[in-house]
């Protein structure tokens, strides 16, 4: 019975450990955010059916609202990300009631040789060298709607172009590329809560469990000899305050006895302190449910925080 216990414990610190390779994964990992700027028509509704304004680009006519997009990528993880590590640029793909008309890198981090180019109509490709962590480059782009001809039955061109953009790529241990809309909101007093009392709940779990591994719950066992003179070990407790529960641990049964009745059934030779396993592994894996929840809400909330300071320190 006690290995069975002893393998209940390794697995709880084995859960532990799993838990705490879990947090150093989920920390350390490639990551890179969308920051859109801003998306603004370049004129308002109603001007192009003035007969007397014309709007040209490149010397042709346009009849079709046009809208100016400008955003920023940012390796927000802690990782850089490398060209040799791109197998197929990032790209942002409009619907087909838009059109990409040009783009151009507006600004990026000192020696970061950003490029951003149009694939074809609805596709914008982004490349780099090198994006170390922190670094950044912004793009700015001008998008085209369609003639209402050639929109189609589900149409979503009245919609603003930055909300039916597509993000895509082929870049090695990198997930979903994040979005963010600025103006990005520092977290408030609700989230500073949240950061603390799951701190100090992991705190807590981690110190409750250095304290169960240093002195760990024990039990009392008492080798005695019974009234045929065969000498085994037993366990007593209490369930009420006039009866006591013996158990035999050598040969397993359980009797009840009075208290004055348990020295006229047994001479007690010695006794011995054992760890109680099934308390101690209980613990255990309570407590790593325990840390290992709170510590998972205490990495998210850091790394929105840090993420969110990175984000202001572009604008």
């Given at each position: 019975?006690?290995?069975?216990?002893?393998?209940?414990?390794?697995?709880?610190?084995?859960?532990?450990?799993?838990?705490?390779?879990?947090?150093?994964?989920?920390?350390?990992?490639?990551?890179?955010?969308?920051?859109?700027q801003?998306?603004?028509?370049?004129?308002?509704?109603?001007?192009?059916?003035?007969?007397?304004?014309?709007?040209?680009?490149?010397?042709?006519?346009?009849?079709?609202?046009?809208?100016?997009?400008?955003?920023?990528?940012?390796?927000?993880?802690?990782?850089?990300?490398?060209?040799?590590?791109?197998?197929?640029?990032?790209?942002?793909?409009?619907?087909?009631?838009?059109?990409?008309?040009?783009?151009?890198?507006?600004?990026?981090?000192?020696?970061?040789?950003?490029?951003?180019?149009?694939?074809?109509?609805?596709?914008?490709?982004?490349?780099?060298?090198?994006?170390?962590?922190?670094?950044?480059?912004?793009?700015?782009?001008?998008?085209?709607?369609?003639?209402?001809?050639?929109?189609?039955?589900?149409?979503?061109?009245?919609?603003?172009?930055?909300?039916?953009?597509?993000?895509s790529?082929?870049?090695?241990?990198?997930?979903?590329?994040?979005?963010?809309?600025?103006?990005?909101?520092e977290?408030?007093?609700?989230?500073?809560?949240?950061?603390?009392?799951?701190l100090?709940?992991?705190?807590?779990?981690?110190?409750?469990?250095i304290?169960?591994?240093i002195?760990?719950?024990?039990?009392?066992?008492?080798?005695?000899?019974?009234?045929?003179?065969?000498?085994?070990?037993?366990?007593?407790?209490?369930?009420?305050?006039?009866?006591?529960?013996?158990?035999?641990?050598?040969?397993?049964?359980?009797?009840?006895?009075?208290?004055?009745?348990?020295?006229?059934?047994?001479?007690?030779?010695?006794?011995?302190?054992?760890?109680?396993?099934?308390?101690?592994?209980?613990w255990?894996?309570?407590?790593?449910?325990?840390?290992?929840?709170?510590?998972?809400?205490?990495?998210r909330?850091?790394?929105?925080?840090?993420?969110?300071?990175?984000?202001?320190?572009?604008?």
């Amino acid at each position: 019975m006690d290995t069975i216990y002893i393998v209940l414990t390794v697995l709880g610190i084995g859960l532990a450990a799993m838990a705490v390779g879990t947090a150093r994964k989920y920390h350390k990992k490639t990551r890179l955010i969308y920051l859109n700027q801003v998306c603004v028509p370049l004129f308002v509704p109603g001007v192009l059916s003035l007969s007397d304004i014309r709007i040209l680009y490149q010397e042709k006519p346009i009849d079709t609202p046009l809208y100016f997009i400008s955003g920023y990528f940012l390796n927000s993880g802690n990782t850089d990300i490398p060209k040799s590590s791109i197998h197929d640029p990032v790209v942002m793909q409009l619907p087909k009631t838009y059109e990409w008309l040009n783009t151009l890198i507006i600004e990026s981090s000192p020696r970061v040789q950003a490029k951003c180019t149009r694939k074809n109509k609805s596709e914008l490709a982004f490349e780099w060298d090198l994006l170390k962590q922190d670094e950044f480059f912004q793009f700015g782009a001008l998008v085209k709607t369609l003639p209402s001809d050639r929109r189609g039955k589900d149409s979503k061109t009245s919609r603003n172009p930055s909300e039916v953009v597509s993000l895509s790529h082929r870049i090695v241990n990198l997930g979903n590329i994040d979005r963010e809309e600025f103006p990005v909101f520092e977290g408030g007093k609700k989230d500073w809560l949240k950061l603390i009392s799951s701190l100090c709940m992991t705190v807590f779990g981690v110190f409750v469990a250095i304290i169960f591994l240093i002195s760990p719950p024990r039990e009392v066992h008492y080798l005695v000899e019974d009234l045929n003179g065969e000498r085994i070990t037993i366990s007593i407790e209490a369930p009420r305050y006039d009866e006591l529960l013996v158990k035999g641990l050598d040969e397993e049964f359980s009797i009840r006895v009075k208290p004055n009745e348990l020295f006229t059934k047994y001479q007690f030779i010695n006794s011995m302190t054992r760890v109680d396993w099934p308390k101690l592994s209980g613990w255990i894996c309570l407590l790593t449910v325990v840390v290992f929840l709170s510590g998972r809400d205490v990495i998210r909330e850091y790394l929105s925080w840090k993420k969110k300071k990175k984000i202001k320190a572009i604008k």
